[in-house]
């Protein structure tokens, strides 16, 4: 049997966790609208972008931090985040965006370790893995 990598479990789990935010945030349609520009496309043409950026730690799968985004906004302005911004504390509020800026903080002075993020992607793609978007 060969064994999974952690970059492979990690990519699986963003894989599963990346569909969930688009899906679940689409009409019946299967159109989402960009959080930071406001333009609509259907969810599989769609990214999951962050507010505060990481790849790796707390962040990565922090529900208030991810939602739907083009790809002009997420890549090529990379997160568009001036408008972010303003979503974000118009949506949570200053309390949340303070709270992900110290997750992002914490990771930097007390990363996760290896299992912990094993762990969570498990949980992740336990969780979001299994469903079915059409």
């Not at 922090?62 to 990379?78: D, F, G, T």
Request: aromatic share 12%; hydrophobic share 35%; with cysteine.
């Amino acid at each position: 049997m060969k064994k999974i990598t952690l970059a492979k479990l990690k990519d699986k789990a963003w894989s599963a966790y990346s569909k969930h935010v688009r899906a679940s945030n689409a009409n019946l349609d299967g159109f989402v609208e960009c959080i930071t520009c406001g333009k609509a496309n259907h969810w599989k043409k769609m990214q999951a972008g962050h507010f505060i950026s990481g790849r790796s730690g707390r962040v990565l799968f922090a529900e208030k931090n991810v939602h739907p985004q083009c790809y002009a906004c997420n890549v090529i302005l990379s997160s568009n985040w001036d408008s972010y911004f303003k979503f974000m504390e118009e949506t949570y509020g200053m309390k949340t965006i303070r709270a992900l800026m110290k997750l992002k903080d914490l990771d930097k002075s007390s990363p996760l370790s290896s299992s912990d993020i094993w762990n969570k992607c498990e949980e992740i793609i336990k969780k979001y893995g299994s469903i079915k978007y059409d």
